[in-house]
């Protein structure tokens, strides 16, 4: 078969690979098909690699600053992607990835006696990060009715009456439930904000992969004070395939808050960080438009040939309107979360995110990443077919 990027990736095997070579240590089994971890199977544009190829050519690789433009290419992404304005000035470049970014900010920003809601299931370090770093984490679980997704804004508004909530975490695009958030779903979010004072912390990974139809709206985007009272974070990370390279941006409008940011990273000594990371979020945000164009058909593509192939089966999909995420309720297999697991990893043998991870809700689901070739997905679903 001829190389393609999307429809025949190069094997990733023995290359360090989080998500193919070390199945053991993640699975306790060696063969599987992975379809775990945000990470897709496929190479980043060619530009990227020809632009970190000349860079790597060059052979010095001393402190660097970051490309000039590098804000100016933010700035015009939104515009093009999201029809959205931000000032370059808002902008934080952060040579680590999401997590680390929504790490610092959480020590920037609040008091460790302070409350943080987020809404389960949802992305694990979301909920671990603030615990771990010694916060009270309380719970708003998403609702979940005739198998669609929502937040349960009731509930959240019970939990300010009686907590002091400094910070509510927002997933925009939701991991793992695939939900793209309204603009009026986040404006009554957005309205209980105003209402309670706390902060937004929208992690938007996930933004630029939106199924047909669908449109994101950035947090900063719903008006002034919703935005004067958020920290929105992105990465090339998803959208390139960069997550290796790991560099974020971090937008905060308010410049109160983001004096407070910058100055809690600054003695971190980062620097403007990694001199290929640079080169790779600038290169892509110029010349990837055509390769991203052309993955999310790949995406589109395959998340519709999964719906079509569990159509009939014991398997039920969420619809996934964004993100390259399906989630999927598997308690038709088995009672227990851990035999449903146990199935698919031994009869099946595909390794998908076990649901119980993502907190409250998750048990009996199963998170495939469908991010992969093709004939990979097929695989896939032929061996989880076996099971019903
Ligand atoms: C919602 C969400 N946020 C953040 C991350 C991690 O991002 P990073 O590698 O930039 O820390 C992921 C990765 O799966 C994710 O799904």
């Avoid at 900010?105 to 609040?110: I, N, P, R």
């Avoid at 809601?117 to 010694?134: A, D, I, K, S």
């Avoid at 980062?270 to 001199?275: K, Y």
């Avoid at 159509?311 to 989630?327: H, I, M, Q, V």
Wanted: charged residues 20%; negative net charge; glycine residues 6%.
């Amino acid at each position: 078969m001829m190389p393609d990027p999307f429809n025949n990736p190069p094997s990733r095997l023995q290359t360090r690979s989080v998500k193919w070579d070390y199945l053991r240590d993640v699975f306790g089994v060696d063969s599987l098909i992975p379809a775990w971890v945000a990470d897709m199977d496929f190479p980043a544009p060619a530009s990227v690699q020809e632009a970190l190829t000349t860079r790597v050519a060059h052979g010095i690789y001393g402190y660097s600053r970051c490309p000039q433009e590098l804000k100016s290419l933010i700035v015009q992404w939104y515009q093009r992607y999201h029809a959205v304005t931000l000032l370059p000035e808002w902008l934080i470049y952060c040579p680590f990835g999401v997590v680390s970014a929504m790490g610092f900010c959480l020590q920037a920003l609040l008091n460790k006696d302070q409350a943080v809601v987020v809404m389960p299931p949802v992305y694990p370090p979301l909920f671990n990060q603030p615990t771990q770093m010694g916060y009270s984490v309380l719970r708003s679980p998403l609702r979940h009715e005739n198998n669609e997704w929502s937040m349960d804004l009731a509930h959240l508004a019970q939990l300010c009456q009686t907590t002091p909530v400094a910070m509510v975490s927002l997933c925009s695009p939701h991991n793992p439930v695939g939900r793209v958030w309204r603009r009026e779903e986040l404006l009554e979010l957005a309205a209980l904000q105003k209402k309670y004072g706390f902060l937004v912390f929208s992690d938007e990974i996930h933004s630029d992969f939106l199924m047909p139809g669908f449109t994101h709206s950035p947090y900063f985007s719903l008006g002034e004070e919703a935005a004067l009272r958020s920290i929105v974070f992105h990465a090339p990370n998803k959208t390139f395939n960069l997550a290796g390279c790991a560099s974020s941006y971090i937008i905060i409008p308010d410049p109160q808050l983001r004096r407070k940011v910058a100055q809690t990273i600054e003695p971190y000594g980062f620097h403007d960080g990694n001199v290929l990371s640079q080169q790779a979020l600038a290169s892509a945000y110029r010349d990837g438009h055509d390769w991203l164009a052309e993955l999310k058909e790949v995406l589109f593509q395959n998340y519709t040939d999964l719906r079509a192939a569990l159509k009939d089966s014991c398997y039920r999909p969420s619809a996934t309107e964004g993100t390259y995420l399906s989630w999927i309720d598997c308690s038709a297999l088995a009672d227990s979360p851990e035999v449903i697991r146990k199935r698919l990893l031994t009869e099946a043998q595909v390794g998908l995110d076990d649901g119980v991870k993502f907190g409250p809700g998750g048990a009996g689901y199963q998170r495939l990443n469908f991010a992969c070739a093709p004939q990979t997905l097929r695989e896939i679903t032929t061996r989880m077919l076996k099971l019903g």
